[in-house]
């Protein structure tokens, strides 16, 4: 029997346990808290849902599976060689067999899965997956070739089947000639680099008080004498060294699964009749494999980023023997008098900015030092002649420039992007802001306005300076992103008086309110003489001239769309002088009259960024971001380790604003996500040492999150991983940037 269990007393905790048909008298159920409760079997299982509510009574949720009374009576699903659990249900759906399978996280469990069933003659008509970190659950929908389910009487066998067939493509496979090695080597390498496990977690936390306080001593000794340990340096080298190894042989492996694995699809498109349902499977499982690599090859980007900025940091000694080498190669060749210093390796990268000064980012020079001329004290170089060389200064001189011109080359890519200087604006506000948005996705149920007033005292406690408010206006949908009569601010949130008085009581806590500014677009109140929605109601009475021209389903005679469309609603054309001065009234109303304090503009990528400046300059907030949605780059469908040319985009529209307004940072959400919910934290650096995403590059106009309503909440376009918020969140608390608290994590 399958028994999911969900604790009312230990939150977000969702455990799974078998009960094999054995005697024994209890089951312990440990949480992930340490704590546990314990199961009491009965001697008959006749009775088996009043023995689940009898004994369960602290558990707040409990899901059975597999509970017929063949289930109850065979050997457990868990198979010893399998980590997968199988159960059938003939209840649950009209047509299909439900089969819900669970096992490790496995890229290639759902086509090994899919595979079984196909070579047992049964057909998948729908599958799903849902997993963490360590565990999948496939849910498949499946009937037998005639139409029907599969017999009850037929349950065992097909389980014995996708179990063997499971067991068989969980080992290891070998591809020919240097698969083998390649796997052979990354074997090698893991014993090496992973510590051994055989000592228990108790030795590993004992710590000899004596050795620690002497380690700490002469560590503090080096410091205060300035002096530098070689050793050290030797073995940070050794430790990278190793790391590029076992990533270089990661990839390696990586590459020969999938080479192997195309050949297998090559010479089964030349066998006659061609089996479709084999190659199907054959494609999907190189789809995976193709995965693997794009994700091996990211890190092994990383790893030689890494790589190159230790050598760039090691001290000029160091760096002499290891960037110098063609002249000291040649003189150890050819006896020769003293060679002039070697020059200096470039500068990896100029230091950056402080964050009160994002805009004055040195220029990185660009040209190679020239190498020393010899003392004139010195002899005469000596010229030695054989049958096959001649070494002379002049020859070591070009030697070492053309090392350093390598050196520069090498490195050229890794040199920090020069931010074009602009003028200053509100921005992330004082530089010292922690951001809440203060409702989700469905905060309109709720008389939201209501349950943030009784809750802003909580929320000014907690260390809150500025809260993110919903679109105030009304709208046609409930969430507010279809404005419809700007100055209509009784909303499904709540009715302008409350709205008055929630911004009022947070002035009185020293918090300020920032309005969600929606204006890209907006839903007209009537149909024009086209019959399209094209007249717009309330104070701002626009027509068919104010939307774009390319906007053809609202019947737009405006100028033309300067940026993404948005298609379900009328895009407003900002070019017009009139419309721009219409839409600074309405800030200034919100501004003044109702008391919003900044702007968080919606949908910037709809309109140009000069357009944000005038609004900002005219209405003077103390604070202004804009929502620059972009897509990362991505390859293969793996997030790829530079991700420089996403956060530039971000950074043009903030240039583009002048530096008046602030953007939304998700380059570091997605490498984030990927980061913590992959353990890649080799991402959480880029290729100059510095934070990957926007707050690398112009932190004082970075606002960082890890979710919003948008990718986030009951939407869940983009969802950060649930089980890792507080390291989420602990990196963003302590990381350059404006840090944005999502109100579902609050």
């Keep these: 029997m399958d028994i999911r269990i969900k604790s009312s007393r230990f939150k977000s905790t969702v455990n799974t346990f078998k009960i094999p048909n054995v005697a024994f008298s209890a089951v312990n159920f440990r949480f992930h808290k340490k704590k546990a409760i314990s199961l009491v079997r009965p001697k008959a299982s006749a009775d088996k849902e009043s023995f689940l509510t009898k004994y369960l009574k602290p558990i707040q949720e409990v899901i059975v599976r597999g509970v017929s009374s063949s289930n109850f009576t065979e050997t457990p699903f868990m198979d010893e060689g399998v980590s997968?659990?199988?159960?059938?249900?003939?209840?649950?759906?009209?047509?299909?067999?439900?089969?819900?399978?669970?096992?490790?996280?496995?890229?290639?469990?759902?086509?090994a899965i899919t595979g079984a069933f196909l070579s047992f003659g049964l057909i998948v008509v729908s599958a799903s997956i849902q997993s963490n970190d360590e565990n999948i659950v496939n849910t498949f929908r499946v009937k037998t070739t005639d139409g029907h389910k599969i017999p009850e009487a037929d349950w065992k066998n097909t389980r014995q089947h996708i179990l063997s067939l499971l067991r068989r493509s969980n080992q290891s496979h070998q591809p020919a000639m240097y698969g083998i090695v390649a796997a052979a080597e990354l074997e090698r390498l893991r014993s090496r680099i992973t510590p051994s496990n055989d000592s228990s977690?108790?030795?590993?936390?004992?710590?000899?008080?004596?050795?620690?306080?002497?380690?700490?001593?002469?560590?503090?000794?080096?410091?205060?004498?300035?002096?530098?340990?070689?050793?050290?340096?030797?073995?940070?080298?050794?430790?990278?060294?190793?790391?590029?190894?076992?990533?270089?042989?990661?990839?390696?492996?990586?590459?020969?699964?999938?080479?192997?694995?195309?050949?297998?699809?090559?010479?089964?498109?030349?066998?006659?009749?061609?089996?479709?349902?084999?190659?199907?499977?054959?494609?999907?499982?190189?789809?995976?494999?193709?995965?693997?690599?794009?994700?091996?090859?990211?890190?092994m980007s990383a790893a030689l980023s890494s790589r190159r900025r230790l050598i760039s940091s090691i001290p000029a000694a160091a760096a002499d023997a290891v960037l110098y080498i063609p002249a000291a190669a040649a003189a150890a060749v050819v006896p020769s008098p003293p060679l002039p210093a070697p020059p200096s390796a470039p500068s990896e990268s100029a230091p950056s900015p402080p964050p009160s000064a994002p805009l004055t980012t040195p220029t990185i020079p660009t040209t190679?030092?020239?190498?020393?001329?010899?003392?004139?004290?010195?002899?005469?170089?000596?010229?030695?002649?054989?049958?096959?060389?001649?070494?002379?200064?002049?020859?070591?001189?070009?030697?070492?420039?053309?090392a350093a011109d390598a050196v520069d080359k090498l490195l050229e890519p890794f040199k920090p992007a020069v931010v074009a200087q602009t003028s200053t604006g509100p921005g992330c506000g004082s530089g010292s802001e922690i951001l809440l948005q203060a409702f989700n996705w469905e905060s309109h149920k709720h008389q939201h306005y209501r349950t943030l007033t009784l809750r802003m005292k909580e929320i000014a406690v907690a260390g809150f300076t500025s809260i993110w408010l919903p679109p105030p206006s009304e709208s046609v949908s409930p969430q507010g992103y279809l404005p419809k009569d700007l100055y209509c601010l009784d909303s499904a949130y709540g009715s302008e008086s409350e709205l008055r008085q929630l911004i009022s009581?947070?002035?009185?806590?020293?918090?300020?309110?920032?309005?969600?500014?929606?204006?890209?677009?907006?839903?007209?109140?009537?149909?024009?003489?086209?019959?399209?929605w094209n007249k717009f109601g309330g104070r701002l009475s626009w027509e068919a001239s104010a939307?774009?021209?390319?906007?053809?389903?609202?019947?737009?005679?405006?100028?033309?769309?300067?940026?993404?469309?948005?298609?379900?609603a009328p895009n407003i054309d900002?070019?017009?002088?009139?419309?721009?001065?219409?839409?600074?009234?309405?800030l200034r109303f919100l501004r003044h009259a109702i008391g919003f304090d900044g702007w968080r503009f919606d949908f910037v990528r709809g309109y140009p960024g000069h357009y944000c400046r005038e609004y900002i300059d005219a209405t003077v907030p103390?604070?202004?971001?804009?929502?620059?949605?972009?897509?990362?780059?991505?390859?293969?469908?793996?997030?790829?380790?530079?991700?420089d040319r996403h956060r530039q985009r971000t950074v043009d529209w903030c240039d583009h604003t002048g530096g008046t307004a602030a953007a939304f940072d998700f380059t570091t959400k997605g490498i984030l996500q990927e980061a913590v919910g992959r353990r890649e934290y080799w991402r959480l650096v880029d290729g100059q040492g510095?934070?990957?995403?926007?707050?690398?590059?112009?932190?004082?106009?970075?606002?960082?999150?890890?979710?919003?309503?948008?990718?986030?909440?009951?939407?869940?376009?983009?969802?950060?991983?649930?089980?890792?918020?507080?390291?989420?969140?602990?990196?963003?608390?302590?990381?350059?940037?404006?840090?944005?608290?999502?109100?579902?994590?609050?």
């Design 574 to 586: 900002h070019s017009q002088e009139r419309i721009r001065k219409d839409l600074i009234e309405w």
């Design 622 to 643: 103390e604070m202004a971001f804009g929502e620059y949605w972009d897509s990362c780059e991505y390859n293969n469908g793996v997030l790829e380790y530079n991700q």
């Design 547 to 568: 939307i774009c021209s390319n906007n053809p389903a609202f019947g737009g005679r405006g100028g033309a769309k300067q940026g993404d469309d948005y298609t379900a």
């Design 84 to 111: 997968v659990n199988v159960v059938f249900d003939n209840t649950t759906d009209r047509e299909c067999t439900v089969v819900t399978i669970e096992g490790k996280n496995s890229i290639n469990l759902l086509v």
């Design 368 to 402: 190679t030092p020239t190498p020393q001329s010899p003392p004139q004290s010195q002899p005469p170089p000596t010229t030695i002649t054989t049958t096959t060389t001649t070494t002379t200064t002049a020859a070591a001189d070009a030697a070492a420039a053309a």
């Design 690 to 746: 510095r934070p990957p995403g926007l707050m690398g590059m112009w932190s004082s106009r970075a606002i960082t999150f890890i979710d919003n309503h948008d990718t986030g909440s009951t939407l869940g376009h983009w969802p950060y991983p649930v089980r890792h918020l507080q390291e989420g969140y602990a990196y963003l608390l302590t990381h350059p940037g404006t840090p944005c608290v999502f109100y579902d994590h609050f």
């Design 505 to 532: 009581l947070c002035h009185q806590l020293n918090v300020k309110a920032i309005a969600d500014i929606v204006i890209n677009h907006r839903c007209a109140s009537h149909q024009g003489h086209d019959h399209k």
């Design 201 to 299: 977690e108790a030795t590993h936390d004992k710590v000899d008080e004596d050795n620690k306080n002497k380690s700490k001593d002469d560590e503090l000794s080096k410091r205060k004498s300035g002096s530098q340990d070689a050793s050290d340096t030797t073995a940070t080298l050794k430790h990278e060294v190793d790391s590029l190894e076992f990533t270089a042989a990661e990839m390696a492996a990586a590459a020969a699964e999938l080479v192997a694995a195309e050949r297998e699809i090559v010479a089964l498109r030349s066998t006659s009749p061609l089996d479709e349902r084999i190659l199907t499977q054959k494609e999907g499982a190189c789809a995976e494999l193709r995965t693997i690599l794009e994700r091996n090859m990211s890190a």
